[in-house]
């Protein structure tokens, strides 16, 4: 790993691992480490300072392992730990390397898919409770109304294989009947956790035909390729191999593994990393 200079994608879990299969597919040809805390999964219910330890200290593996710069493909971690990191921690630790989240990407651009101007936002409760959506759309898009969900059960249904299961739909209904509660205005629905894809043919089919669902993957890659090509300093520093490993904090690889290849869309192979 020392002559390589991955970059590194971390999640809490698998999650960001719909993220990542964006990022590898309209960005081939680097370098990719992806890391799941999974020992600790999930990071929904966590406090700030809980969330932004366990981010901070799988950050600085990821850094050990080479990478220059860090994905933060988590919504909760991007939400109660980024601003820490970027505005404390690494100016101790290195102010050469870089780590982004996936919050401000989406602000920057939700607010062209909607026309009534009303939007509903599905997340973990630590991402709705935090209220940094609300806050940064309405920096880029002042005259667009937020309606906040949070979805508690979505990520134990899909991390336990259940996503695609009728005992599924109960919940899904249930929240999104909740979110439209808010407003009969709302025309967009975003996924503000990087595991409810895994839920959007269910969420489609319970919403009304005008209603659009909108992922994060896509954009937090055309994101960071837009980031690279204004910071040439930053993408110089990247090997291009075409390598991608995965690891897991987990010891159950096997287990990993399974889930993981249904996230990212092929097979995966991970190793063990054990936490200090």
């Not at 026309?115 to 759309?137: A, D």
């Not at 969420?203 to 009304?208: D, N, Q, R, V, W």
């Amino acid at each position: 790993m020392l002559n390589k200079q991955p970059i590194g994608i971390f999640d809490s879990g698998y999650g960001g691992l719909t993220v990542f299969r964006s990022i590898a597919d309209q960005l081939p040809g680097y370098d990719y480490i992806y890391l799941g805390d999974n020992a600790r999964a999930p990071y929904g219910n966590r406090s700030f300072k809980t969330i932004h330890e366990y981010t901070w200290e799988c950050v600085q593996l990821l850094f050990e392992m080479g990478c220059p710069l860090v994905i933060l493909a988590c919504n909760t971690a991007s939400s109660k730990a980024l601003r820490t990191i970027q505005q404390q921690d690494l100016k101790n630790e290195d102010p050469s390397k870089r780590v982004l989240g996936v919050i401000r990407p989406t602000a920057e651009v939700i607010g062209n898919y909607t026309q009534t101007k009303q939007i509903g936002v599905l997340g973990t409760k630590g991402t709705v409770q935090s209220e940094s959506y609300l806050i940064e759309i309405n920096n880029f898009f002042p005259d667009v109304k937020v309606h906040q969900q949070a979805c508690p059960l979505w990520v134990p249904l899909i991390e336990n294989g259940e996503s695609n299961q009728p005992g599924a739909d109960y919940f899904v209904k249930k929240y999104l009947d909740q979110v439209l509660a808010q407003s009969d205005q709302i025309d967009t629905i975003l996924l503000a956790c990087t595991h409810y894809p895994l839920l959007q043919e269910k969420i489609s089919a319970y919403l009304p035909a005008h209603i659009k669902v909108v992922p994060q993957g896509d954009i937090v890659a055309k994101s960071l390729k837009d980031y690279l090509e204004r910071h040439p300093e930053m993408e110089h520093k990247f090997t291009r191999g075409g390598t991608q490993q995965f690891f897991t904090t987990s010891d159950d690889t096997a287990d990993f593994d399974h889930h993981a290849s249904i996230f990212f869309g092929e097979q995966v192979r991970s190793k063990y990393i054990p936490l200090k």
